[in-house]
Each structure stands twice: as structure tokens, then as C-alpha cells.
Nanobody, 122 residues
């Protein structure tokens, strides 16, 4: 099992940046893919980005603005979010899936963090 803790959310103006962190309780490289998802009230949780070994996948809505990266020594995955838009406002969750092919549907992920709120004002 793995426990995940997100941090780094907050309030930012449109065009600004935030960096989210997802700290895992165990080493993740070679064991878990890590994905970022987001959810707004009344909507389903949606895929944002994910990282495996040498593979990275982004949703089209964040390509060119968000960057996912991993620090293996810290067992931490980051989501650098630039050029934020009001429509990026959501609770952001990180999740862990078994190492391998990157999956983009929430129900494929076994472990979840508690979420961190990101609010982008216009």
C-alpha cells in the first residue's frame, strides 16, 4: 500500500502559477504510476496528467501549461501549473496505480490523497 499527501494548493490570479506536490509514503519509481486528477462540485473527477517510467501523459486542456515531474529521492511527484485559468479551479487529487501503462480513468487508480484546493480568480 501507499499513502499520498497533496500540498501546494491555494488562491491565485488568472495567469499565475502554482506547484502542487504529492508525497508518497513509499518509493514509487518502478512500483507506482502517479496521476493527477481534479474535480469540481457536481462533476466527475477528470484526468489531468500522469507519469510512469519514461512516459508522461497530459489532458489536452492542460498541455503546454502544466508539467508533471518526479523526484525519486523524495518519493514526490510535482504538478507545475502555469498560465492558470479560472476553469482550472478545482480540488486536485493525486493517485497511484500499478507501474506500467499510464491510465487516465479514475477507477483504475487504487490509492488517493485527500486533495488540495486550487482557486483561480479572474
Amino acid at each position: 500500500q501507499v499513502q499520498l499527501v497533496e500540498s501546494g494548493g491555494g488562491l491565485v490570479q488568472a495567469g499565475g502559477s502554482l506547484r502542487l506536490s504529492c508525497a508518497a509514503s513509499v518509493p514509487i519509481f518502478g512500483r507506482y504510476n502517479i496521476g493527477w486528477f481534479r474535480q469540481t462540485p457536481g462533476k466527475e473527477r477528470e484526468f489531468v496528467a500522469a507519469i510512469s517510467g519514461g512516459a508522461i501523459n497530459y489532458d489536452d486542456s492542460v498541455k503546454g501549461r502544466f508539467t508533471i515531474s518526479r523526484d525519486n529521492a523524495k518519493n514526490t511527484v510535482y504538478l507545475q501549473m502555469n498560465s492558470l485559468k479560472p476553469e482550472d479551479t478545482a480540488v486536485y487529487y493525486c493517485a497511484a496505480d500499478r507501474w506500467g501503462k499510464i491510465l487516465t480513468t479514475p477507477n483504475e487508480y487504487d490509492y488517493w490523497g485527500q486533495g488540495t484546493q486550487v482557486t483561480v480568480s479572474s
